[in-house]
């Protein structure tokens, strides 16, 4: 490879996933968006969708429309299924992760009783370690953590030492928040299996960025956002799998009107709906789960294997720039090397991280900053040229030679 | 009063409040909509601030949004708190009705330990039931529902016969949503207090629609839909009150990153923030949360009392036309007469109910019904006229007259 900027232009004539950039708004030319990881890019599909369910189903048909509102969150559910390896029946979209995380979880310690045990990783997102903890508290259940490397990510061998029989739910992220390490699915879901625990993975990170087979991995349980890859706009509503194996089993503890049979019968006693309805609460967003709707159906055209092909060159590249340009400068690849190993977002370490976020952005080129000393170039694959790749690294690269390298700078991590 | 139209048209002029409905979409002139109390219509200042939302804060500044989009919710509830005699800081704009409830149920749970008894009533909405009584499982409660009469609601003397030392939580619906039948607030927040216990209130059908005095009746905690009176759209984030005597004390189970102090910090351990943040769990919908903003301020600059003087006419006119019109018919009035004790809708009872529903909506009429034999006209005051009210109140007196009158159809409600 060559370090000219005509060189990401020949790879960006080539893409053959090039074109989905005009499907969305993406209206500021001059930006350099790497933060479709945290909020991804308004499609032209949700924004045309949005003025229909704003100003025909909402303005002018009214209450009339929830005739086809009510089976919403398991149309776009069964749009989200086929993008993470879920056959139809099995996914819902509904409350956000953190709800749906609660809700599992719970159904998964209700399912293994005498086994006091919740296992997850110290460096699993935050709202997923809370979670886990406050159901712990209110069990009096013991949250066990594994001392992950926390740009490696989970390692099957540190899952295998730590659960056993005690053990009642293993729950880990797909992809690492912070380094977009990948796990492995399919041998952490089979150890946890032999312990007799249950599985739930969290795919906010994953879900629309790397191929995800939940159930030809045997997964129970999972849960993710929509707001990144899968582009449904800021806090729209999270998606829960519950395996056909124990959807009929599992109860959640939130027993909403939405999560009840024959809903609008409004009986003297809950009665828990067949399918994944019963793991709704309450009313849904429309808006939101139809832009759910909207942004995994502009996945599912695209191809969740053409994307990871496109996403493996693009972190791929952008690592290779940053081992010629910022390496020297005092950053370190905190993200796996091997292409197979990680998501769609790199990560480097320097201690200046939150400063060169701020400065980055001030000259559109936009980024993120994790705590304590990472920052995130993240890559969706409809959205990312390899232009993008090659001026966000140069950005980087000029802005830390000139105010952030030097003895002082270099990298403790 | 005069049965003739022109009445209703001479009310409509002489109503101050009659130039709102124009800032409302309601773009088919031939409907009449007597529905708001399921969904509100839409506001012309939401569609202008969902172009805004979408299209620049999402589609063109992206994640950098997030700057100001942090504060929204607790913005969006101080606006609903000016509806509903909230002070700033006690209200929050997140989630959905049913998991507000859950979680403040099982806040005041857990203050008031070895207090095993919740109480509700059996004729509260569907979704409060269930939740506490999914709750009440849980923690091997007991759940004691008041045998109210349906269509007089909730009577102070039947609460203070069921609270005693083992009450740890009463939860009632301030407006029944089927009779309309508004519950003293004051009274049974005192009685409960009495007892020992914590009250929680169901603002559903209230919120935007009945003066609501919580700070003035030392309720502590409320929970309460926008999609209805608030016309934030389907499925629109709900709010939680917090009295701020409790607020710091209780704590909530879902354990979310929204909740967290210092949120962006991702500490190791959950700490919960302080203010209603508290009572948030993951990433709230964020046009969601707009449209509340934008539904509680028209609210707010009509006011709530010439709302409030404005329905209690509304619903008596309508009831004078149902007196003349539709209990000749065999309908029965299944409201409070007297408005001081009613809230923004009228319900009838029929034993063809359903059926006159789905016949008046074929006519562009749209009401709603409710199990097992109420019909229910909703009447919010902005956007409903009196020859809305005589136009609804003719077209079921023609309907039933002409299908569903005569011996078998006299009302055994």
């Not at 370690?129 to 508290?137: E, K, N, P, S």
């Not at 990510?153 to 977009?180: C, F, I, K, N, Q």
């Not at 950005?395 to 030679?401: N, S």
């Amino acid at each position: 490879m060559s370090l000219d900027r005509a060189y990401a232009e020949a790879l960006d004539a080539a893409d053959p996933l090039a074109r989905y950039r005009e499907r969305f708004l993406l209206s500021d030319p001059a930006l350099i968006y790497l933060n479709g990881n945290s909020l991804g890019a308004l499609p032209l599909a949700t924004l045309r969708r949005m003025e229909t369910v704003y100003q025909q189903e909402w303005g002018t048909a009214l209450a009339r429309s929830w005739d086809h509102w009510v089976d919403l969150p398991a149309r776009a559910g069964d749009l989200v299924g086929g993008l993470i390896g879920a056959a139809p029946g099995q996914v819902t979209v509904t409350d956000n992760t953190t709800v749906n995380l609660y809700k599992l979880a719970t159904a998964a310690l209700d399912a293994r009783p005498g086994r006091p045990v919740i296992v997850t990783d110290h460096d699993n997102f935050p709202s997923d370690r809370y979670v886990l903890a406050g159901l712990a508290a209110q069990r009096g259940a013991e949250l066990r953590m594994l001392a992950t490397d926390i740009d490696e990510g989970v390692h099957p061998d540190l899952v295998r030492a730590a659960v056993d029989e005690d053990t009642a739910l293993v729950s880990l992220s797909h992809v690492a928040y912070r380094s977009g390490a990948l796990a492995d699915m399919a041998a952490i879901t089979g150890i946890v299996h032999q312990a007799g625990a249950l599985m739930l993975w969290d795919l906010c990170h994953s879900a629309g960025a790397v191929p995800v087979d939940l159930d030809g991995c045997d997964v129970d349980l999972a849960v993710g956002c929509t707001y990144k890859y899968l582009n449904a706009g800021p806090g729209a509503p999270a998606f829960a799998y519950v395996s056909a194996r124990l959807r009929e089993v599992l109860r959640q503890p939130i027993w909403g009107w939405f999560s009840q049979r024959d809903q609008f019968a409004m009986g003297p006693s809950y009665d828990p709906a067949p399918g994944m309805a019963k793991f709704m609460t309450g009313t849904p967003s429309i808006p939101g789960t139809a832009a759910v709707e909207e942004g995994a159906r502009l996945l599912l055209e695209a191809g969740v294997e053409p994307m990871r092909a496109k996403s493996m060159r693009l972190t791929a590249y952008l690592i290779e720039l940053a081992d010629a340009w910022l390496v020297p400068l005092g950053c370190t690849v905190a993200t796996p090397r091997d292409a197979s190993r990680r998501g769609g977002h790199v990560s480097f370490c320097h201690p200046e991280a939150e400063r060169i976020v701020a400065r980055l952005a001030e000259q559109g080129v936009i980024t993120d900053y994790r705590t304590p000393d990472r920052f995130r170039f993240g890559l969706p694959a409809l959205t990312t040229r390899f232009t993008d790749a090659w001026d966000a690294a140069q950005a980087a690269r000029d802005l830390i030679a000139e105010s952030f390298s030097g003895e002082r700078y270099v990298s403790h991590g």
